[in-house]
């Protein structure tokens, strides 16, 4: 990607049309895999995609404009669409162009090359054997995969500002089905492949599929309960948006105005860490070109702070705190709950009796962001003095986020964080959860 040329094109361009603030803004990504199905490869797969975007201020309003296409050329017809866009724009941009933070954390992430195909067929093929040859009870169904990904950004403006990121990352995927007489089920692993060893991965992903096996429901009523940390994320990722300052400035979170107040336990502690080592990519600046930085959201139960990109920051008297993923918009940049006390071993003696959550389906049409309210179908173990006793499925779960914020009883002292995903958390024991069951 020659970004000079492109540079030097959108300023010859804006300058053509008397613009004197330009911004230019370039992803891409680039992904491939192979995936085994029975005893042979079934997908080789590989992709990539850019875009970039071109965006020009013009009588005091941003416009914008984008291209999967990022040639000079294309960059320079992106001028004079954006500049048609703003036109049309009712609101002026107050918030202007961002000249580049005075320092940048240094990060160690590096975009490799992706492995060949021949490797990650050979690898998926595997794995495929391996989950067969683990358990009698393998069938078909069964399938692994070796996925790669790699990410780069950069950000460039008239004000000054020229910044750039890339990172990689490749895992393993092991998804094993199970059958017992009529009865089946199926587990599976995704995790980076320096991070444990294949068999390892199998086996996880075998004895979860087994563990399954004669799973029942539970009468309904009221339980205590261990969230695992994969079911934590989810929870996390769908009501992300409430920490986020436009949500409160459009009033759409309960949150907004609590600032200063308590709105959890004192035993959660929120935090945004751009830099988390277990999570995928460290990129040092934010959409606007910020310097991130790790900020606690949630501390022992107070709201410390919501996330800020520039606008919103200027809308309601703060400061940014480096969580635009674009000029209108914010996200976390690695958000998970922090440690505790507890071991594994610990948590599920402090529970006693109730109920291990390893699974929660319906998130998308089962949870209420705005009121904080979900009902979501679920999965787990029945726990009983402290020890998992028989799986558990054909249940609903259903409280309010905010609430259990402040339900959380015990928090384990293992973080999590899902594979390129920007959101962990450890195992939190939450109380008096409505289950309805048989």
Not at 149 to 155: D, H, I, K, W, Y
């Amino acid at each position: 990607m020659n970004t000079e040329a492109i540079k030097t094109a959108v300023s010859q361009a804006a300058a053509e049309l008397g613009v004197q603030d330009y911004e230019i803004s370039i992803s891409t990504e680039e992904s491939a895999g192979a995936e085994a199905l029975k005893d042979e490869i079934s997908s080789v797969t590989y992709s990539r995609s850019s875009t970039m975007q071109v965006r020009c201020v013009k009588g005091g309003k941003s416009g914008y404009a984008t291209s999967e296409l990022v040639t000079p050329e294309a960059a320079a017809e992106l001028v004079s669409l954006a500049c048609d866009n703003a036109a049309v724009i009712d609101d002026e941009d107050t918030v202007g162009l961002f000249e580049g933070s005075k320092e940048y954390t240094a990060v160690s992430d590096h975009a490799e090359a992706l492995p060949s195909a021949d490797d990650m067929k050979s690898h998926a093929l595997e794995l495929q054997k391996m989950v067969y040859d683990a358990s009698d009870k393998i069938v078909d169904g069964t399938q692994c995969a070796v996925q790669g990904l790699s990410v780069s950004s950069a950000l460039m403006n008239s004000a000054g500002l020229d910044v750039n990121y890339d990172c990689s990352l490749v895992y393993r995927v092991v998804s094993a089905a199970v059958k017992d007489g009529e009865e089946a089920s199926d587990d599976y692993r995704i995790i980076p492949l320096d991070k444990e060893d294949a068999q390892v991965s199998v086996d996880k992903a075998v004895q979860g599929a087994l563990s399954k096996l004669g799973a029942e429901s539970v009468d309904s009523g009221k339980y205590n309960v261990i969230m695992d940390s994969s079911t934590v994320r989810s929870l996390l990722s769908t009501y992300a948006d409430v920490f986020s300052a436009r949500s409160a400035y459009m009033k759409t979170t309960l949150l907004a105005g609590k600032e200063g107040q308590a709105v959890a336990s004192s035993l959660v502690t929120l935090v945004d860490d751009p830099f988390y080592p277990e999570k995928f990519g460290h990129c040092p600046f934010d959409g606007e070109g910020v310097a991130v930085y790790t900020k606690n959201i949630i501390e022992k139960g107070e709201l410390k702070t919501l996330l800020y990109n520039r606008m919103y920051a200027k809308l309601l008297g703060k400061e940014t705190t480096g969580n635009a993923s674009d000029a209108k918009h914010i996200e976390p940049k690695g958000l998970y709950v922090a440690p505790g006390e507890y071991t594994a071993e610990a948590l599920m003696a402090k529970l006693g009796n109730g109920l291990y959550i390893t699974d929660l389906n319906g998130l998308h049409a089962g949870a209420n962001v705005q009121s904080g309210d979900f009902s979501l179908q679920a999965a787990g173990f029945l726990v009983e003095n402290g020890k998992k006793s028989r799986p558990v499925k054909n249940i609903t779960i259903a409280d309010n986020f905010f609430n259990i914020l402040k339900k959380a009883d015990a928090i384990s002292d293992t973080v999590v964080f899902g594979t390129g995903s920007d959101f962990g958390a450890p195992e939190i024991l939450f109380t008096d959860i409505s289950v309805s069951g048989k």
